[in-house]
């Protein structure tokens, strides 16, 4: 290993620690905090809920702007930006007295942990690595996972000893004394020259000299909207399938204990999922593993139909258990394929939109069928078709080179790739 590969895998290495952290603090312990607050304020479970979804829309709004900075500044400023944001948001959270400040304090992380996180790290890893670009992609994106699964630890224990207020305190100093010195001392955007990890030399010192298209001529291709369609449907089904889960579990027969341990596992395979798809991606492409990731969650969520039985419902837990974590490290890989580096961030931010829609729409829409129907096949079926639709979407993606000639077709002059 030479001096710039050992270099790569360091900075690989931080930024799992920042999304172990950030991610894991910013994103997965929210419900450890529900039952506290339920308890101190007195609101309804309705009000509670609305700090999360405002959160959630807030990260969506904030995604293109986040994706804008990151291709005209270096994406450290903006992963240290977000890890101080995250962590100044969790401090105001602990000191909030009313809904409208705790309110605030939700909004204030939702802003840090998207400045910090996916589409930074993504831009930071496709930077550095080349042929084992997947690979980087599955062990860093790992530490989502990982990190909800430590700190959603740390956060009941700080709870158990101190309250909420202590639980908010202990997940803020991790990114002020943690991932922030790590960012700012050891990240790197891209290599200041020479090439990546596993290609062959090529400057990189200004991103104009990246492969790639513009974000306006993003809108004009092919694959920008079929990936934005895959993440409508993605985003839609996984919301909407795992916020029900455990109540349709119950009522499938199970207790509430393994109903919540069939969750878990769901979250145990998305870190296998990361792991394993990200390598395979760097033998076959990215678009041919994810469509068949989606493919699997199709077959998954119709064998969710006949979870009374324990073969099937473990069938369901391993095909959407992988598809619940995998996008996160192909799909980068996906717009780098189709669209390239030069504004991989931008078009990252703006296609996220897509998701936000997805994410809110799916809930809501699988309570709604419910209510109406009296049953979840109706909707489990829905989302079976949307898991169906994404791997066709992103199935039909075509390479860089193809969408630059349909570009130069269309303008009838020399765009730059």
């Not at 909004?107 to 930077?127: D, E, K, Q, R």
């Not at 717009?335 to 703006?350: A, E, H, M, N, P």
């Amino acid at each position: 290993m030479n001096v710039r590969e050992r270099q790569a895998w360091i900075i690989a290495a931080s930024v799992f620690v920042a999304l172990f952290l950030v991610w894991g603090g910013g994103v997965n312990t929210g419900p450890v905090f529900l039952p506290p607050l339920l308890k101190y304020f007195g609101w309804t479970r309705a009000r509670v809920s609305t700090l999360g979804s405002a959160g959630a829309l807030m990260a969506g709004v904030c995604g293109p702007i986040v994706g804008w900075l990151v291709d005209r500044i270096e994406a450290r400023r903006v992963m240290l930006l977000g890890a101080l944001t995250t962590g100044i948001g969790f401090l105001a959270a602990s000191r909030a007295d009313g809904y409208y400040a705790l309110l605030a304090a939700n909004l204030i992380v939702a802003i840090g942990v998207t400045a910090a996180t996916l589409i930074p790290a993504s831009l930071v890893i496709a930077s550095w690595f080349g042929q084992r670009r997947g690979l980087a992609m599955g062990l860093t994106f790992a530490g989502t996972s990982l990190g909800g699964a430590a700190m959603i630890v740390i956060a009941n224990k700080a709870i158990a000893l101190g309250g909420w207020r202590a639980g908010y305190v202990a997940m803020a100093l991790p990114m002020l004394l943690i991932v922030a010195p790590l960012v700012m001392f050891v990240v790197r955007g891209r290599p200041s020259s020479g090439s990546v990890v596993g290609e062959p030399t090529i400057k990189q010192a200004a991103p104009v000299e990246l492969p790639g298209v513009e974000l306006s001529e993003a809108f004009r291709t092919r694959s920008f909207w079929l990936i934005g369609i895959a993440e409508f449907f993605y985003a839609c089904a996984i919301g909407g399938i795992l916020v029900h889960l455990v109540v349709y579990l119950i009522a499938a027969g199970y207790t509430a204990g393994l109903a919540a341990s069939s969750l878990s596992m769901i979250y145990l395979m998305s870190t296998f999922g990361k792991l394993s798809m990200g390598p395979s991606a760097d033998r076959l492409s990215p678009r041919i593993v994810l469509s068949f990731v989606f493919a699997g969650a199709a077959i998954g969520t119709l064998l969710l139909l006949r979870a009374r039985s324990g073969p099937m419902l473990a069938g369901f837990i391993v095909l959407v258990g992988i598809a619940s974590g995998t996008p996160l490290v192909l799909l980068p890989l996906v717009f780098i394929q189709s669209l390239g580096l030069k504004r991989l961030g931008s078009v990252q931010g703006v296609a996220g939109i897509f998701a936000t829609l997805g994410a809110a729409i799916g809930p809501v829409t699988a309570g709604r069928i419910f209510d109406v129907s009296g049953s979840y096949a109706i909707a489990f079926g829905v989302f079976a078709a949307m898991w169906l639709g994404a791997a066709l979407a992103i199935y039909a993606c075509i390479p860089l080179t193809q969408e630059v000639a349909r570009l130069r077709l269309a303008d009838g002059t020399e765009a730059v790739a």
